[in-house]
Every structure is written in structure tokens, then in C-alpha cells.
């Protein structure tokens, strides 16, 4: 497949890492020969130094021959200018990255499918959704509903309390079994689990269940006493913050600590009809956060540009008895390293903004692709097509590949667990769990 990425910024370089590594034909666009240049240096792929917008730039990278053509540079202008080029001169798909959220409203779709643009992505509205529904539900890592939440996908970190520990899946798991534990992130190692498979100590578990269920996960789990977030504090005023507290505030009151005046006078502004509190000042001193309630806080959100300071200031949350902190870590270098700090949820947005935008060079119809932050694996769901090789067999004889794992399904809007002899049908959807994004891979087995 040929994919050209305008824009060698953090979400364009990580996709061109994440797609060079299954060997896709891959032109990275930017003006800055310094960053092609760093892009190059680590990853199989051609570079070319010049404007997206440029008609003369578009036809050297034989735009013509595109399947995708992705514009994630920071201009949102731009990148609509770029898509809408690259469709007339023949790419096949285009998405392009924005920040205004008038934009994705429904009613717009077609006028941006007329002027050759096939989806938008906002990275900070998805990141904003991804904070609002983990501090919902503070117990939990990760939260993803399914097909409108057929089915409930949890990350849940693993204490002494849990009453799964240690025992074997094959004894802790039957057909009849309500959850299904399709990954286990244990230290620096993901693991697609088997029936001799325990879960130990400090592990972050995936579970795949459906809603009814959930208390029952929360008590084996043991983290039943978990009280509901009412209050959430919110350091930094960036877009994340501003969207995070548009979705929160209607069933929590949000504070914003924000350090610069000027910012917060405009929070005020945009927030004008929302309960939420916007505070000048620098919410990394104790002091001033144990003068704004931090002990009557249930949740601690740190979304500044600085990854370093989002994981200290959680810390420093978690010191003063937060119990659910979530910080926004935009270097993946750090990931692994808040993980082993165990400062709570923590988002990125490039791989958030990556797995949406993978999910359109999949060739079957995959309605939703999640990438699970801290371990190294994917989740898709696949609606299952007439014919398709899923249909033919059992699912313990369908062959699939090493690393995969059939999560659940959904059939006529009911979720369901899927076992070795579950039989899949046209028109459902299918729950896929993999590692090192070989969803690619699984498109004979639904097309």
C-alpha cells in the first residue's frame, strides 16, 4: 500500500514508525529537512523536503498512486488545502487532522467528502473522551465501549485484593465464564494469555464483558469500594483541558489550574456557560493545591506540554490521597517509565490519533481500531462480511495467527464471550485483540 504523511510532527513521525514496520511504501512531506532527516534515520521510508500544499511537491511523491494520503500538520488549513489537492490528482482516501470542533459535526460529513477529504481527526477531543470516561470510572486503567457498548473492554491494575490471583485460566475461566481476559501487561512484557496463564501481582489485566457484568469484574477484582469522581482537578489550559471539562462537566465540577493569566481569562471566556472553575496559578505547588481542595478531589487530570511535569504533578496528587490520576504523556519514551512510577491512566495522544487513522488503510470493514497505550497491542473490531473465511469454521480451528485473540462478538446488538467453539456469522461484530499491529494481517480472515 502507498501512504503519504504530510507533516514529520510527533503524530505524523509515530505513524510512519508504527506503518514502516509493516513494510508499507511510505513518503513522509515536510518542510523541515531537519526533522525528515531525524525520521530517516531510524526508519525505511522516503523523505521529501517541500510544502504539502505545493501542487509541484504532491506530483513528485506520485500522489496519483496514493491509497492514503494523511495530513497531520500542525495547520489545520493547511492540511485541508493538502487532502483536498492530493483527492484531485487521484489519492484514493485522505484524513486530515484539525482543531476546530465545528468541524465534526455530522451534518458536515458530506461537504467534506464533496471537496475530497474521506475523515477528520481531532487528537485533543479524542484524548479529551478517552480522560472523561476513565475518570467515570476510576477504578479502571482503560475504559473502550464497543459497538455502543455492547460490549466493555477494562484495564484493570491488579493489587492484593484481587481474588484471581495465581490461579490458572483454564481453572479461573469456562465457557460459562462472564469476562474473558484477552492481554496481560506484566512489567515490560505484553502477553496474548493461554489456559496455563495466572495473573499475578501488579499486572494491568484486559478483560473483554458486557455491562451487566461489570460489578461482578469490580468485586473479583476487588475494587468495589471505589467511590464515584465527583470532583476533578485539572492542571494545564491547553484544547485538551477545554474539551475534557465541556464532557466532564456535566456530571462532575472541574477546577482548571492554568499559569497563564492570559489563558485563563480566554478559559473563562469559552467556559462562560459551563460550572467549571478556572484557577490562575501554577498547579504544581502543594500549597495551592491543598488550598483548592486537593483532598476532597477524587481525580487529578495533568494535561501540560511538559510529559515530565504531568508525571511528577500526579505523583504529588497521589502523595496529597488522589486516588484516580490521569496525566497526558506526549513522549512515548516515558510511557513505560510513568507505568513503573504507577501514576494511573495515562494518555497519548499520538497513538490515540494513530489508531484512528490505521483503522482507514485496513481493507475490511473495521469500524473501530484501539491502541492499547502502555501495551504493546491493538484492539479492532471487524464487521464480518458474506463468505468471509471467520464464518467457515470453529473458532478453535480457524487458524489464526500467533499473538491473536478473539476478544467477543456482537450479534443482532447483544454482546456475547466467544469460546474455541464459537461459530462467528455474517453481520457481526467481531473483537480482536493482537500484537505489534498485526490487524493488517487479519483481513483475509474478514474480507
Not at 493538502?82 to 460529513?109: F, M, P, Q, W
Request: net charge negative; hydrophobic share 40%; glycine share 6%.
Amino acid at each position: 500500500m502507498k501512504i503519504i504523511i504530510a507533516g514529520a510532527g510527533a503524530v505524523g513521525t509515530h505513524l510512519a514508525q508504527l506503518l514502516a514496520k509493516e513494510n508499507q511504501d511510505i513518503t513522509l512531506i515536510d518542510e523541515s529537512e531537519e526533522k525528515l532527516s531525524k525520521v530517516a534515520d531510524d526508519v525505511d521510508l522516503l523523505t521529501l523536503n517541500g510544502a504539502p500544499t505545493s501542487i509541484h511537491i504532491l506530483k513528485e511523491a506520485r500522489t496519483k498512486n496514493a491509497d492514503l494520503f494523511i495530513a497531520v500538520t500542525p495547520n489545520e488549513l493547511k492540511n485541508i488545502t493538502c487532502c483536498t489537492l492530493a483527492h484531485s490528482l487521484g489519492a484514493k482516501k485522505t484524513v486530515a487532522r484539525i482543531d476546530n470542533a465545528e468541524y465534526l459535526d455530522a451534518d458536515y460529513k458530506e461537504f467534506f467528502k464533496t471537496i475530497g477529504i474521506n475523515s477528520l481527526i481531532f487528537p485533543e477531543i479524542l484524548a479529551a473522551k478517552e480522560i472523561t470516561e476513565n475518570i467515570r470510572h476510576s477504578w479502571v486503567r482503560q475504559w473502550w465501549e464497543v459497538h455502543n457498548g455492547a460490549l466493555i473492554m477494562l484495564g484493570i491494575k491488579l493489587r492484593k485484593s484481587a481474588e484471581i490471583l495465581d490461579i490458572p485460566l483454564k481453572t479461573l475461566c469456562g465457557p460459562d465464564t462472564c469476562y474473558h481476559i484477552v492481554a496481560i501487561k506484566r512489567g515490560d512484557e505484553t502477553i496474548i494469555p493461554n489456559g496455563d496463564t495466572t495473573l499475578q501481582l501488579n499486572d494491568i489485566a484486559y478483560f473483554m464483558t458486557t455491562k451487566k457484568h461489570i460489578p461482578f469484574i469490580q468485586k473479583v477484582v476487588g475494587k468495589e469500594k471505589y467511590e464515584e469522581v465527583e470532583n476533578v482537578m485539572i492542571m494545564g489550559g491547553g484544547r485538551t483541558a477545554f474539551h475534557t471539562a465541556m464532557f466532564a462537566s456535566d456530571t462532575m465540577d472541574v477546577k482548571i489550574i492554568e499559569s497563564d493569566a492570559q489563558r485563563c481569562l480566554e478559559l473563562n471566556e469559552a467556559l462562560e456557560n459551563n460550572d467549571t472553575m478556572i484557577i490562575h496559578g501554577d498547579a504544581r505547588d502543594s500549597s495551592l493545591l491543598l488550598a483548592e481542595g486537593i483532598q476532597r478531589t477524587q481525580a487529578f487530570v495533568a494535561l501540560t506540554r511538559q510529559s515530565e511535569s504531568n508525571i511528577l504533578a500526579c505523583l504529588t496528587a497521589k502523595r496529597l490521597g488522589v486516588r484516580k490520576t490521569v496525566a497526558l504523556v506526549d513522549n512515548l519514551d516515558y510511557v513505560s517509565m510513568a507505568e513503573k512510577l504507577d501514576i494511573g491512566t495515562i494518555i497519548n495522544k499520538k497513538t490515540i490519533a494513530a489508531s484512528h487513522i490505521y483503522q482507514m488503510m485496513l481493507d475490511s470493514d473495521v469500524s473501530n481500531v484501539k491502541c492499547l497505550t502502555v501495551a504493546d497491542a491493538d484492539v479492532a473490531e471487524f464487521e464480518v462480511k458474506a463468505g468471509a473465511r471467520v464464518t467457515r469454521k470453529p473458532v478453535k480451528d480457524l487458524g489464526l495467527p500467533l499473538g491473536v485473540t478473539i476478544g467477543g462478538l456482537v450479534r443482532n446488538g447483544e454482546g456475547m464471550q466467544v469460546n474455541g467453539m464459537t461459530q462467528i456469522q455474517e453481520g457481526d461484530s467481531v473483537v480482536v485483540f493482537c500484537q505489534n499491529m498485526f490487524i493488517k494481517k487479519l483481513d483475509k480472515f474478514f474480507s
